[in-house]
């Protein structure tokens, strides 16, 4: 079934976008803007931007990581410039309760919300692949050397890296937790390792290339750029199963019982349930998906716009 809802126009050659209560940031790096935009089309165009690479929305303000312009910026929804603090070439933002965080190279910053520098990490290699687990930050060294360790894990009350793991993994790019499991993917090996208290007690090798990786109930899915399907994991009964699609499904977001993928080389962004497709939408290299007030959104690259499929 192709039921795309209808598409809104943004940018030129957008390549990121992140969703928010107040609506979907959309970030066109080449064209030096920053959109807000919903349903009905764009509500703000923040121009005065030099290459902004990632943005997200904390208590109604705008912040905005700019690599070229080597700061971090916070804006009103009405496009007013609030303040800004120099970060060299900050290239991942995040916000984790109440706080933002931005990498930039081997160094990883905790800002609060006036954009005052509250701690500071230097980790063993560059990466934008950090995530959050309660009080903790879980960091992946996706440019790691031979003697540094996959994973870093920071305990954010303290201040202090409390661990260090070594997995085994080339390219480690995702994370997950999952009861009390912490699930990790290396992308170029397509390594899955389920870790409990420091220790690996499940690995999976899949294809390499394996790229995004999320929970579902009692299974956890895998993608891979270059096997078309994808990989169902249960950790309870250690077992995989091939899920035959006939794409290659690139970046995925899951809400409820629900998965939508992007079939990026196809042009298509997908709804899936139960391993089956429900709904597809037209949709020029499908960059990233996600769900947003109901909807299923893709961000087109290719033809500059969002793609919003009535999920529900």
Known sequence: MTFAIHKVDVGIHPLRMTTTSLGILVMDST?????LIDDYGIKTALTSLNFPVWARILNGKIYIADVEDKSVSVWDTSGKLLGK???????????????IYVSSGKTLY???D???ILKKWKFSSSSVYFYFDENKLIYLNYWQWDASPDVEIVDLNTGTVIERLELGLERPLRFIKWKDYYVFLGYKTGDVVFVKNGEILWKVNLPPFSYDMIA????IFISNLLKKGLYSLDPIKKTVEKIDLPYCISDMAVKDSKII???????LALLLKDGEITGKCSCSYPVMVNFWNGYAVALCSSEGSVCF????
């Open 85 to 99: 603090v120099n970060i060299y070439r900050p290239q991942m933002l995040k916000i984790y309760k109440g706080k």
């Open 114 to 116: 006036d954009l005052r």
């Open 309 to 312: 499929m009535k999920a529900w």
């Open 261 to 267: 993928a992007a079939a990026i080389y196809d042009n």
């Open 31 to 35: 064209q030096s803007t920053v959109y």
């Open 216 to 219: 579902l109930g009692d299974r």
């Open 110 to 112: 905790e800002l609060s």
